[in-house]
C-alpha cells in the first residue's frame, strides 16, 4: 500500500507524508528531505522508497513546516520542529503499520543529514544511516549556507525573527530565531560517535553550498561504525546533477544508495 496521509504534529499541526506499507515488513526506512525542499526530493525519495518497499520495509517521508504540502508558515521552521515531526511520524508508523526491526534506516539530504544525525541520538535501534551532502559541522554553516555570522545573525533578530538570504531561491527572506539557536547549539557530530552500524556518506567534490569536509568530518566521527563508506563524486556539486544538468550524477547517486541498502545487487 502506498499512499499520502496526515500525521497529527506536537503543534497541533498536520504533516503531509507518504507511506509505503506492507503486512509484512521487516523494517522501516524514514526518509528526511534538505532545507527548503520536499519529502519527494524531485522524485529521489521516491524512486529510493519504492526500491525499500520492494525489499520488504515500510517507509515514510514527511514534509516539514512551510516545505512541500505543509500548510505552516516557513517561520515555524527549526530542527526543533523538525525533530518533532520526525519523532511523530516514526511514532504513526509504530502504531498504525507495526514492522521488525530487523532493518532500521535514516536517509537524510543537506539538513536532512543533520536531523537524521539528532535524531538518532534519541533512537538508537536506527543501524543504517545515509548521508547526502550533510550539512553537520557547526563552523562551516558560517560562511556558506546562511552566508552570514549565526550569532550575529541571532543578535540581529527582532521578535524572534531573523532575516537571511535565501541561496536556493536568490531572495531575501526571513528565519525563526528558534532555528538559528538550534544550529548554535544543536551538535550533530557528537551523537555520531556511538553509532556502530553501516553508513554510506555521499559528498560532491563541487558542492559550494556545504563544505565538502563536512563528508570527511562525518567519516572520521563514525569511529565505531563496522561498515563505512565515503563516496565522493568528483563533479557533482549539492543538488548532484540536477542543478547543473549533470543527470549522470544523480542516477551515481541513486544506483550507490540503492547498491549499498542492498535494494539491488552490486555490478561489482
Excluded at 539528532?118 to 543504517?128: A, D, G, M, S
Excluded at 527572506?173 to 554510506?200: N, Q
Excluded at 569511529?223 to 568528483?234: G, R, S, T, V
Amino acid at each position: 500500500m502506498i499512499k499520502d496521509i496526515f500525521v497529527p504534529s506536537k503543534r497541533n499541526t498536520f504533516i503531509p507524508a507518504t507511506v509505503y506499507c506492507r503486512d509484512d515488513a521487516k523494517g522501516l526506512l524514514l526518509q528526511v528531505h534538505s532545507f527548503k525542499s520536499d519529502r519527494k526530493e524531485d522524485g529521489r525519495y521516491t524512486a529510493i522508497a519504492k526500491a525499500a518497499y520492494d525489499a520488504g520495509l515500510n517507509v515514510i517521508s514527511m514534509d516539514f513546516p512551510g516545505n512541500g504540502e505543509s500548510k505552516e508558515d516557513f517561520i515555524s521552521y527549526s530542527l526543533t520542529s523538525c525533530l518533532d515531526d520526525m519523532e511523530s511520524c516514526y511514532e504513526y508508523m509504530l502504531e498504525r503499520y507495526p514492522f521488525r526491526q530487523e532493518r532500521m534506516i535514516l536517509l537524510g539530504y543537506s539538513m536532512g543529514g543533520r536531523l537524521i544525525s539528532l535524531f538518532y541520538e534519541r533512537h538508537r535501534e536506527f543501524k543504517e544511516l545515509v548521508f547526502w551532502a550533510s550539512m553537520n559541522e557547526r563552523l562551516h554553516l558560517k560562511d556558506r549556507f546562511l552566508k552570514q555570522d549565526l550569532q550575529a545573525l541571532k543578535d540581529s533578530s527582532k521578535d524572534g525573527v531573523c532575516d537571511f538570504y535565501d541561496i536556493f531561491e536568490e531572495k531575501e527572506d526571513k528565519i525563526s530565531e528558534r532555528f538559528v539557536d538550534d544550529l548554535l547549539e544543536m551538535d550533530a557530530l557528537a551523537p555520531l560517535k556511538h553509532f556502530d552500524g553501516r553508513a554510506l556518506i555521499v559528498q560532491g567534490k563541487k558542492d559550494i553550498t556545504i563544505d565538502p569536509e563536512n563528508a570527511e568530518k562525518i567519516y572520521d566521527t563514525l569511529e565505531l561504525c563496522k561498515d563505512k563508506k565515503l563516496l565522493w563524486m568528483k563533479e557533482a556539486d549539492h543538488g548532484f546533477g540536477l542543478w547543473d544538468g549533470h543527470l549522470k550524477d544523480n542516477e551515481v547517486l541513486l544506483k550507490e544508495t540503492r547498491e549499498f541498502l542492498h535494494f539491488i545487487e552490486s555490478e561489482e
